[in-house]
């Protein structure tokens, strides 16, 4: 049932944004209206080693399986997934049983190219994985498209 005490056939939309810190932050994060409520998480992916910084890495993205494997190989990287990771579980499984139909949760890294897209996309595999069809992740890459990236 949704908070309106109606049956819900739909799963609850959960919205996965990377972008970049450098850019304005994109408006649809806090929007109200089309079924946003203007809450959500917002984590901030700059204290966590950064891939940009290699020359090697600098034309690809968090979406390559080489930046995948550089930041899987990060101990910092890990705790913050798990730790994220455990904080949006949690409050999708709040959500689910109070009958919410969206929920937003970005990650902003200094350009969006790496770091937060490596999270946005593992956060969607995670919740897929975990709330199966309760849940239906839907990840946009903010500025990869500007950038040429995508």
């Known amino acids: ?61 968090g979406l390559d ?7 899987n190989g990060s101990i910092e990287v890990a705790a913050f997934r798990e ?18 139909e969206f929920m937003n949760v970005s990650f902003g890294c200094t350009g969006g190219q790496h770091r937060s897209v490596y999270l946005s996309e593992q956060l969607a595999n995670h919740i897929a994985a975990s709330f199966s069809t309760q849940v239906q992740p839907q990840v946009i890459h903010y500025n990869l498209k500007a950038l040429g990236l995508l």
């Open 1 to 61: 049932m949704n908070k309106l005490g109606q049956i819900k056939t739909a799963p609850m939309i959960l919205e996965i944004t990377s972008f970049s810190y450098k850019a304005p932050l994109p408006a649809h994060i806090f929007a109200l209206g089309e079924g946003r409520h203007g809450g959500g998480f917002v984590f901030d992916c700059r204290s966590l080693p950064n891939p940009g910084r290699e020359e090697h890495f600098k034309l690809q993205t």
């Open 65 to 71: 399986s080489d930046v995948i494997a550089y930041l």
């Open 83 to 100: 730790h994220t990771f455990a904080l949006v579980s949690s409050a999708v499984t709040n959500f689910l049983s109070r009958g919410f």
